[in-house]
């Protein structure tokens, strides 16, 4: 192979890689962030559930509390696959934020 063909197959992989590494960073990141998303607004409605149904009366309500009193399975996180504590709140003051412990 003569030099050139090497310096040409060189500049388009660099090319390609310049654009491939960050496009896949970029949709990993954003898929994650969907997945975490998810999590938290499928755990805040079944607070928002209880809340309104007046089953649940403080303002912080826990995920041991809205396992027992909803139909809401044990939750994870995504990305890291721990579970969340029991000792986790939703917190009705401040606009159902769900805060993890």
């Given at each position: 192979?003569s030099?050139?063909?090497?310096?040409?197959?060189?500049?388009?992989?660099?090319i390609?890689?310049?654009?491939?590494?960050?496009?896949?960073?970029?949709?990993?990141?954003?898929?994650n962030?969907?997945?975490?998303?998810?999590?938290?607004?499928?755990i805040?409605e079944?607070?928002?559930?209880?809340?309104?149904?007046?089953s649940?009366?403080?303002?912080?309500?826990?995920?041991?509390?809205?396992?027992?009193?909803?139909?809401?399975?044990?939750?994870?996180?995504?990305?890291t696959?721990?579970?969340?504590?029991?000792?986790?709140?939703?917190?009705?003051?401040?606009?159902?934020?769900?805060?993890?412990k």
């Amino acid at each position: 192979m003569s030099k050139n063909k090497i310096l040409i197959y060189a500049t388009m992989l660099i090319i390609i890689l310049t654009i491939a590494i960050p496009s896949t960073y970029k949709v990993i990141k954003k898929h994650n962030d969907r997945m975490l998303t998810y999590t938290t607004k499928k755990i805040i409605e079944a607070a928002k559930d209880c809340y309104y149904n007046e089953s649940c009366v403080e303002n912080e309500i826990t995920l041991k509390e809205i396992y027992e009193k909803t139909s809401l399975n044990t939750m994870s996180n995504p990305i890291t696959k721990k579970i969340y504590s029991e000792e986790s709140y939703v917190d009705v003051e401040r606009n159902f934020t769900f805060i993890e412990k």
